[in-house]
């Protein structure tokens, strides 16, 4: 691979055991990982973005390999910045597929130099979405094994569930 940075784009709201399996999984590919928590997507959020860049931060705090950052506009200038050659996404489910095929092909009308990179989840992981976690926390059910527990508490506080 001839550049060998990558840009995991998302909104982690919050961040999932399925995003951190990608994101480790990914470091087999690449030598480095920029995971960016997108600021402007039409997803209304729970968490601010800085609250899920500090959330990153700790989950991935001994992994030098990782490095947490936000981003504001198109991700395809925001991976040309950061000299990225790939954008890392997950894949779950055929929805995804649908969805993920269209931002694909227009980040490679706008930057046909950049790949997107998908990586099939684990099946542990693959009926995870942080808008599941985010219902079943609200109604007062287990995640374990879906979130780190770090993120648990955090959504729980912010929930008031706690
Ligand atoms: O985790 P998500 O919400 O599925 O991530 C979507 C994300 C952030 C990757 C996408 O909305 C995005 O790339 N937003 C940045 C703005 C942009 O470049 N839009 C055009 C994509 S084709």
Redesign the pocket.
């Known amino acids: 691979m001839k550049k060998s940075i990558a840009i995991c784009?998302?909104?982690?709201d919050p961040p999932t055991h399925g995003h951190i399996n990608i994101i480790e999984r990914s470091l087999r590919l690449f030598e480095k990982v920029i995971v960016a928590v997108?600021f402007?997507?039409s997803?209304s959020g729970l968490f601010s973005p800085d609250e899920r860049v500090e959330m990153l931060k700790a989950l991935f705090k001994n992994q030098k390999n990782v490095v947490i950052d936000s981003f504001e506009g198109?991700?395809?200038d925001y991976a040309r910045k950061n000299n990225a050659g790939a954008i890392l996404r997950g894949l779950r489910t055929v929805p995804d597929y649908e969805y993920e095929l269209q931002?694909s092909l227009?980040?490679k009308m706008m930057a046909p130099d950049i790949e997107t990179v998908f990586m099939m989840t684990e099946s542990a992981y693959s009926h995870i979405s942080s808008s599941l976690i985010k219902e079943i926390v609200r109604f007062g059910g287990s995640v374990k094994g879906m979130i780190h527990p770090l993120v648990e508490k955090r959504l729980k506080e912010k929930m008031k569930k706690v």
């Open positions: 784009p998302g909104s982690f997108a402007n997507t997803k198109l991700l395809v931002m227009a980040n």
